[in-house]
């Protein structure tokens, strides 16, 4: 009976080794979607984070004023996403009463626990895939992203806040009600 029960716990020890594991490595996940109305999400947990590698709506549908109800959103948490769209040769996106140059959303970076939803819109007339790649990351302790101080030794640590995640301001801490994406960093220097 003993021997039984030691298996048994060398198997379970074995399995959770394993998932452990999994959880660890990068994952590349992707979302293709077509047809009117569809969602898919794929949850970041906390000792993770995802970063687009992929977004791109394939639709060929006419642009008119009913086209904008079919546009592919990418909500990351809760900011939202027009997914750059090129029917004609140009990436483009909706604005809601006009069609305007997109960025790519390629590079955007979020940290779990969050999720991460892509959705194809109400228009029946859409005839294109939307397709979003993410590659799924686990939390590393960076030294990167932090400052040791010794005796004696100091550093500057600053708040910066972004509306479009290229150009950076100095901000203070506090509390936030966005009326539009918002994002923060911290900015470390050591000083000598």
Do not use: C
Request: no cysteine; aromatic share 8%.
């Amino acid at each position: 009976m003993k021997l039984k029960n030691l298996i048994t716990l060398t198997a379970t020890i074995a399995t959770i080794a394993t998932f452990q594991r999994a959880a660890a490595q990068p994952q590349v996940v992707s979302i293709l979607l077509s047809g009117a109305n569809q969602t898919n999400t794929v949850q970041i947990a906390s000792f993770q984070y995802a970063k687009i590698l992929t977004a791109s709506d394939g639709d060929t549908s006419v642009f008119n004023g009913a086209y904008g109800q079919s546009w592919g959103q990418l909500a990351l948490g809760p900011i939202n996403f027009n997914i750059p769209h090129s029917p004609q040769g140009e990436v483009v996106a909706y604005t809601g009463n006009a069609y305007v140059n997109a960025p790519s959303l390629a590079g955007l970076t979020i940290a779990g626990p969050a999720s991460i939803s892509v959705t194809t819109g109400s228009n029946l007339g859409r005839n294109g895939p939307i397709l979003v790649t993410i590659e799924v990351l686990p939390s590393a302790y960076s030294v990167t992203n932090s400052v040791t101080l010794g005796p004696g030794q100091g550093a500057a640590i600053n708040l910066e806040g972004s509306t479009d995640l290229i150009n950076w301001n100095p901000t203070t801490n506090g509390v936030y009600t966005a009326q539009s994406a918002m994002f923060f960093r911290l900015h470390l220097q050591r000083l000598q």
